[in-house]
């Protein structure tokens, strides 16, 4: 006899309302702890903050970027108990406050704003100040991109301005071009949602296409189905890949 298992209708972090988005749901609240340490460790990865994994997160209770830059070292030792993890720590802190912005904005985890949006803007201006919704155009950033990015600059890029160290310029060394463009057919299995893949496949350098185009170097095919996509992409020799997190590891 099956039993009906029913979805959860509230955040087991922070007793929010869930919102359904297409099949996945989702906790709206912005004060969500456990929405919070994602967005610091989130930060932490991208910048290559060695030593600020989740253990680390939750020992110090940072909910926000900002208290990596802002937090006494006193403070980080109380939590942490350890004299040489905190000096290790603080090294990986001080060597991450020069990163150019082509390394900072994606940390922050704006959706669509990954390495290859930020790419493109780098190619068109020098500064974040240097950002509006002509300059995204002329990057060629999409509609959505565009909106979330100019949200999170009116509502957010304040407070982090006047708390963290960083120049928020663009290097004089253009990005590195991405690692190659990828195309995703059928349901995952290593992420939620494709807007999940697709945030993680940008972070890592990757361009995802919405079809198998001539300039497509990888097809995620999780299931295993024999859709027109994966006979095409035989065909024409581009990469099948059934495991995206392996992939996005190696």
């Avoid at 992409?233 to 392996?246: E, K, Q, W, Y």
Wanted: aromatic letters at 6%.
């Amino acid at each position: 006899m099956f039993q009906e298992i029913l979805p959860p209708t509230h955040c087991p972090s922070c007793d929010s309302a869930l919102e359904w988005v297409n099949d996945s749901l989702y906790c709206r609240n912005s004060l969500c702890s456990a929405q919070n340490s994602k967005a610091v460790e989130h930060f932490a990865k991208t910048m290559k903050i060695k030593g600020l994994g989740p253990a680390s997160i939750q020992k110090l209770g940072w909910i926000c970027p900002s208290e990596i830059y802002t937090t006494e070292r006193s403070s980080i030792l109380a939590s942490l108990d350890s004299e040489l993890v905190t000096n290790k720590l603080q090294g990986q802190i001080m060597n991450s406050r020069n990163a150019p912005l082509e390394f900072l904005l994606p940390a922050f985890g704006i959706p669509l704003i990954g390495n290859t949006a930020t790419r493109k803007l780098s190619e068109t201006v020098n500064s974040i100040f240097e950002i509006n919704a002509d300059t995204c155009e002329r990057a060629g950033l999409g509609p959505k991109a565009t909106g979330n990015l100019l949200n999170w600059m009116t509502q957010e890029l304040p407070n982090f301005l006047k708390v963290m160290p960083h120049d928020w310029e663009f290097s004089s060394n253009p990005m590195p071009a991405s690692k190659g463009a990828v195309c995703i057919s059928g349901r995952l299995k290593s992420f939620k949602s494709k807007a999940d893949a697709t945030t993680a496949l940008n972070a890592a350098g990757y361009e995802v296409k919405a079809s198998l185009t001539k300039q497509v170097d990888f097809l995620i095919n999780e299931g295993g189905a024999e859709s027109a996509k994966t006979r095409q992409a035989r065909d024409t020799g581009v990469t099948i890949v059934t495991d995206l997190r392996s992939f996005l590891e190696n």
